[in-house]
């Protein structure tokens, strides 16, 4: 579309009206402003058209046969465009060809000499035109009036009731019942932000309808990274496979820039601080998997930002500390704002999808699972599963085309790896890891005395830490709480020593872990054939006591009991049951 800057041409300029009154310069024209009546001096580069009236249609949306009318007569119409007078003869035969009147091509010419494009020609579809209602005007006030009142509420009503409460509001006031079709045609006009803020409420409502337009961009691996957790949909059972352990829980980390998984932690424990220590420590560390699988798993480093969500797991100490001491950037998202975490969830959603191919699959709701006996299904221990997913991670997902980046995120990771001249610059690798991952352990402070030193009800002991007995001064405690058997303390020369369990709560937890199930099962063995030995024992002196005693020398309380009740038979125990059978004995003292 052409833009004559003509004097009288009626334009835009900085969001204000102009009338073009003539050029000032080569950048510049004279207008006036038709808000004031001004004469103002406005840039050429500053001026648009008017905005359209939105009666315009996009080419998109026009048919395609239509599509090629409109063209074909605009390469006619633009012919005649430089002639100010068009011989009849030629605009009957024109309009012959387009079924038109010469009268209708005239006024199409004119339109097309303002506006000269092709979609300008498309003839306006027939019918009613759009937004047009035959409805009465009470009757469309009425039910607008019942939409507001009965559908826009908290407690949700259904479509149905709107229909019923209009049509009886109808009814009372004496006016034309609208039918079932009139009033979902309004509602469902309004169904859109204000419905869902009066029915979901206002964090339900942003959460669908605010835009946006933002993201998380990054360029470099290890920029930034997302961790969070997840149950994982399948059943796994323990190391004997005779007991159903439940559903694990796994830790991820993504690297925002390639999508690559850097780290992973699965345990059956619910997530807290030390599962995403261990997780971070399987960031940054080269991943123990390539031992046993060369280069299965290549990613590694330290990430220069972490962004979680706002857990209690993600707001302890140790993490901060640890984060803190390695200068790494611990951000949380905004509350109550998920799709912050948006790459970590999509890569949580597709690991699952994966995950319910395993037998003792949970599938993601009871819908979907129907009658599917999941711990009857489970097949896989812990273990196994750790395998089986870290497969999955390696040499599935890193191997198949990202559809944001357009490559697989193993060859994203590799790409920026590698500078122009086709050199890898690889992470920088950790120095001293056993101390880093101390750094994310939780921490105590305690004492050191003789008597070792007490954590937790158990008490720990090393003997390089008798230089630090007289000192009155806390030191710092770190522990695991998967595994009590030791803590670690660094001394004030920077020596971090390892003090062994040597006896309270947590050494009576380990003898107690020691015992499995068939262990288990042979000591209740023994103790029922101790409980049939003393019963038998038992039996036998009751019956034994009472043939000597032949009512010679009976007790107060026998013989008073044999006077009150002459008939009764003496009790006679059968001594000849075998041990394996019950015993049915009568109590006796």
Request: glycine residues 6%; hydrophobic residues 40%; proline residues 7%.
């Amino acid at each position: 579309m052409s833009l004559l800057l003509n004097p009288g041409t009626v334009c835009m300029a900085n969001g204000r009206v102009i009338q073009i009154d003539g050029a000032s310069s080569i950048s510049q024209v004279d207008a006036r402003d038709m808000g004031t009546g001004k004469m103002i001096t406005v840039p050429i580069a500053q001026i648009e058209a008017l905005p359209s009236t939105g009666a315009d249609r996009e080419a998109g949306t026009i048919h395609e046969a239509e599509w090629r009318r409109c063209t074909e007569l605009a390469k006619d119409l633009s012919a005649l465009l430089d002639c100010r007078e068009v011989p009849r003869v030629a605009l009957t035969k024109l309009a012959k060809r387009y079924e038109l009147s010469v009268r209708q091509l005239q006024r199409i010419r004119a339109a097309f000499a303002k506006d000269p494009r092709a979609s300008t020609l498309a003839r306006k579809p027939g019918g009613r035109p759009l937004g047009f209602c035959r409805l009465d005007p009470r009757v469309d006030a009425l039910i607008r009036h019942v939409i507001a009142k009965h559908y826009m509420r908290r407690e949700k009503p259904p479509k149905e009731y709107v229909v019923v409460r209009a049509q009886s509001m109808a009814r009372r006031l004496q006016l034309p019942m609208p039918s079932r079709k009139a009033i979902l045609l309004r509602l469902n006009q309004e169904i859109g932000v204000a419905s869902d803020m009066a029915r979901e409420g206002g964090p339900a409502a942003h959460q669908k309808w605010r835009p946006r337009v933002g993201g998380l961009r990054v360029e470099r691996p290890l920029d930034l990274i997302q961790i969070d957790h997840t149950r994982a949909d399948v059943m796994v059972l323990s190391d004997d496979r005779l007991e159903v352990l439940g559903r694990p829980w796994i830790t991820l980390a993504i690297d925002v820039a390639t999508r690559c998984v850097l780290g992973m932690y699965i345990s059956m424990e619910a997530p807290s601080s030390v599962s995403v220590s261990l997780c971070i420590e399987h960031v940054v560390l080269p991943k123990p998997e390539n031992a046993t699988d060369p280069g299965i798993w290549p990613m590694y480093g330290k990430p220069r930002r972490i962004l979680v969500d706002n857990g209690k797991d993600f707001r302890s100490m140790a993490l901060e500390r640890g984060c803190d001491e390695h200068q790494i950037d611990l951000t949380w998202r905004p509350v109550r704002t998920p799709h912050y975490g948006g790459h970590i969830e999509r890569l949580i959603g597709t690991l699952m999808k994966i995950a319910h191919l395993l037998p003792g699959t949970t599938f993601s709701n009871v819908r979907e699972r129907g009658n599917y006996d999941s711990e009857g299904k489970a097949r896989l221990t812990l273990e196994e599963f750790r395998q089986w997913m870290t497969q999955k991670v390696c040499r599935f997902y890193h191997q198949r085309n990202h559809r944001v980046l357009g490559l697989p995120p193993i060859v994203a990771w590799e790409r920026s790896l590698t500078d122009a001249a086709g050199n890898i610059t690889s992470p920088p690798l950790i120095a001293r890891p056993r101390d880093f991952r101390m750094d994310f352990l939780p921490f105590e402070t305690r004492l050191v005395r003789r008597t070792g030193i007490e954590l937790r009800g158990s008490r720990y002991w090393h003997d390089d830490l008798v230089p630090m007995l007289r000192s009155d001064a806390p030191v710092r405690v770190r522990y695991d709480p998967r595994d009590p058997s030791e803590v670690w303390i660094r001394r004030s020369d920077g020596v971090l020593v390892t003090a062994a369990l040597i006896g309270g709560r947590a050494a009576e937890a380990t003898l107690g872990r020691k015992v499995d199930r068939i262990t288990q099962a042979r000591l209740h063995a023994e103790t029922d054939k101790g409980f049939e030995a003393t019963d038998r024992i038992e039996a036998i002196a009751q019956n034994a006591t009472r043939a000597a005693r032949g009512g010679k020398h009976p007790d107060k309380r026998g013989a008073s009991s044999r006077e009150a009740n002459p008939a009764e038979p003496s009790p006679i125990v059968d001594v000849s049951i075998p041990s394996h059978a019950a015993l049915q004995l009568e109590e006796w003292s």
